[in-house]
């Protein structure tokens, strides 16, 4: 089979929950791609059979239930004096510029860090935020996630972390994505900030423009707007497997002026 780019995005799906929603190149591979005798293609959408979507998602699933069973109990906090949540926290001082406290509780559901987490973990060494990560702290479980982006291991834990309502992992995927060389990578990072905002984030549209160094082509548009629909069901379909129950989409309260929308 001869050599081919395969989507970085696309290979971290396949692999791990059985999507791809890449479909152009990040890097080279060679050999087979995957089980399949043909080769992926470099300029179209790549979806896989059914029955390979729900083989590998019953995988995927397999081994969440047991990496949760198997997990080592937390550890006491070793950052005591750094809250985790924003309560009694001043919105002037946040680093996601809340509106209101119904907007600092949504932003402590998703994933994201208060001001004191994201100045104190930003500057710690991965060992130091791993004992963090182990005692516990999901926020800095993602922050450090996020530093082996792009490879695919990181895509995978981050998206791991999204399928379960981590909207900071969505967005920190994404932007890292956007400054990732390539056309796949942009498709990627725009369908990626598309799927934050189908899972609730009301302001993504206003911020993912921000991300791109010139804006994306209408096909490119396209191609994001087809992947962020199959990411976003395949997190949906991991949520529901986990827990039983479909994703509850939770809007982030937007406000404009004194009004709550």
Do not use: C
């Not at 239930?65 to 926290?89: D, H, Q, T």
């Not at 119904?102 to 991965?126: F, I, K, M, V």
């Not at 548009?221 to 529901?240: C, I, K, P, Q």
């Amino acid at each position: 089979m001869r050599s081919k780019k395969v989507n970085l995005l696309a290979i971290s799906v396949l692999v791990v929950i059985a999507v791809a929603i890449g479909v152009t190149a990040l890097k080279k591979g060679g050999g087979d791609a995957g089980s399949t005798d043909e080769a992926l293609p470099t300029d179209s959408q790549v979806v896989l059979r059914a029955s390979d979507l729900k083989n590998a998602e019953r995988a995927m699933v397999s081994s969440a239930e047991s990496a949760s069973s198997g997990a080592k109990p937390a550890g006491s906090n070793p950052f005591p004096n750094v809250p985790r949540s924003r309560s009694g926290m001043s919105l002037e001082d946040d680093p996601f510029a809340p509106q209101s406290i119904d907007e600092q509780n949504w932003l402590d559901r998703h994933g994201y860090p208060n001001a004191r987490q994201w100045e104190t973990y930003s500057q710690l060494s991965d060992g130091l935020l791993q004992v963090a990560a182990d005692a516990g702290d999901a926020v800095a479980k993602t922050m450090l996630d996020a530093r082996g982006l792009p490879d695919r291991g990181a895509v995978d834990k981050l998206l791991l972390s999204a399928a379960n309502g981590d909207d900071f992992a969505l967005q920190l995927l994404s932007a890292r994505l956007a400054k990732v060389p390539g056309e796949g990578s942009l498709i990627d990072a725009y369908a990626v900030a598309r799927v934050s905002e189908m899972r609730g984030n009301t302001s993504a549209a206003i911020t993912r423009e921000s991300m791109f160094s010139s804006s994306l082509t209408p096909e490119q548009r396209m191609r994001g707007e087809a992947n962020a629909v199959l990411l976003n069901s395949t997190l949906n379909s991991l949520y529901e497997k986990k827990f039983g129950t479909k994703y509850p989409v939770d809007f982030r309260p937007v406000t404009i002026g004194k009004k709550e929308l």
